[in-house]
């Protein structure tokens, strides 16, 4: 029966265990740090693996509370072995460190997240690890491709552009030349987009976003098969990334209505891209609902919907865009996107000031550029605003 239930039941059922020690209705948070063992011979046989028993003895190396999120967020994604981290990028690290060593080559696609191609561009060559970062298209990456390429890593849809990738064709470039194969699949979710189906390796989300859903705790999550996931798992263990029991709990409660809300993204980003297309102060929208969109057909092939991020570009400067932003009263400035409240923000001013205009411009970060993370409020709402600020420009 469970195989066969759908993303809203997943998200609600997969992971609990509502039987032994107190039968609750929500898993219970255990805040322990050591594990004991009733004697020096349950010990021996935990050690030996004569014992029953899958509580590890430290909190680092597993807890109660995490593991059933852990096994929620596995189920979701249709894949084996999940595993939290304290967050997304303390999962992308892990891995990478994990999954490469000297002289292998990494391949990522040039609209990730900058925080991920720093780390890749410029502290992976640390350990003789090389890269290259190719524009979002199937024919760059299988361009890229070396005989010393080990990983393929991606985002789909990306950060601010949301760019589609074809899941299967990447996943088919993997296999053919026994490369690993990673999606960030933090802009679309499981609800929307589950890459594991069309046969990428390992699926890797930020938790702070859509999956915690209320702008109130960080936390990263990575899954994939048994045999990848162990060794990083272990890694873990050792560097000590991990996520606390108490913001697995608040990860849980937020997955229990991920569906609804995700659909409710969706719907409302959809309707206000659409507003923002046909605005005169408007001169263009990314959203991969749109069939302007470069990547339209792509994404109506593999995501049942798109997301709850639009971005575009308006028709002015840097300050004109922060005299926009300020006029308006639901949007609030700040980082990050996927909870209940409605953001915004200029991705220049807000990630990249520090770098020189020309490596902005390079990296696709127009002074006009702005990204909305639309909410959980009512979408006419947040259209009359919009509205009443477009028209001041």
């Not at 933090?186 to 938790?207: C, E, M, W």
């Not at 102060?281 to 069939?291: A, M, N, R």
Request: hydrophobic letters at 35%; proline letters at 5%.
């Amino acid at each position: 029966m469970k195989n066969k239930w759908q993303n809203a039941t997943r998200c609600i059922h997969y992971g609990e265990n509502r039987k032994e020690p107190y039968y609750s209705i929500t898993t219970p948070i255990v805040n322990s740090a050591p594990f004991v063992f009733s004697s020096s011979k349950d010990l021996l046989d935990y050690v030996t693996g004569k014992s029953s028993r899958t509580q590890p003895e430290y909190g680092r190396m597993g807890n109660p509370t995490i593991k059933s999120v852990q096994e929620k967020l596995a189920k979701l994604e249709e894949g084996e072995k999940g595993l939290l981290f304290a967050s997304g990028m303390c999962a992308i690290t892990t891995a990478l460190l994990v999954l490469l060593k000297k002289n292998d080559h990494i391949i990522i696609t040039n609209d990730s997240y900058r925080r991920t191609r720093d780390f890749v561009e410029d502290f992976l060559p640390k350990f003789g690890i090389k890269s290259t970062v190719t524009e979002l298209s199937t024919s760059a990456v299988r361009k890229a491709i070396r005989k010393t390429t080990k990983i393929i890593f991606s985002e789909s849809p990306t950060n601010p552009y949301l760019r589609i990738l074809s899941l299967k064709e990447i996943a088919d470039i993997g296999k053919k030349n026994n490369i690993i194969t990673i999606v960030d699949n933090t802009f679309a979710t499981p609800i929307n987009q589950k890459p594991l189906q069309y046969g990428l390796d390992i699926v890797i989300h930020s938790a702070t976003k859509y999956l915690g859903g209320h702008n109130d705790l960080i936390a990263g999550v990575l899954i994939g098969p048994k045999e990848l996931v162990q060794p990083i798992e272990e890694m873990l263990m050792t560097i000590g990334g991990i996520c606390d029991p108490n913001t697995s709990y608040l990860l849980e409660r937020g997955l229990k209505t991920l569906d609804l809300r995700v659909r409710k993204h969706n719907e409302s980003a959809q309707k206000i891209a659409q507003f923002l297309e046909n605005h005169s102060k408007i001169s263009k929208v990314f959203y991969p609902g749109l069939k302007s969109h470069p990547d339209y057909e792509i994404a109506k092939q593999q995501m049942k919907g798109f997301g709850g991020v639009v971005s575009f570009l308006i028709k002015s400067d840097l300050k004109g865009g922060m005299k926009f932003i300020d006029r308006l009263s639901i949007p609030q400035i700040a980082p990050s996107f996927g909870g209940a409240e409605t953001l915004i923000e200029q991705p220049v001013l807000m990630s990249f000031m520090d770098l020189p205009k020309k490596e902005r411009e390079k990296r696709g970060m127009s002074d006009n550029l702005i990204r909305l993370s639309v909410g959980l409020e009512d979408c006419d709402d947040i259209i009359k605003d919009l509205q009443k600020s477009l028209n001041k420009l």
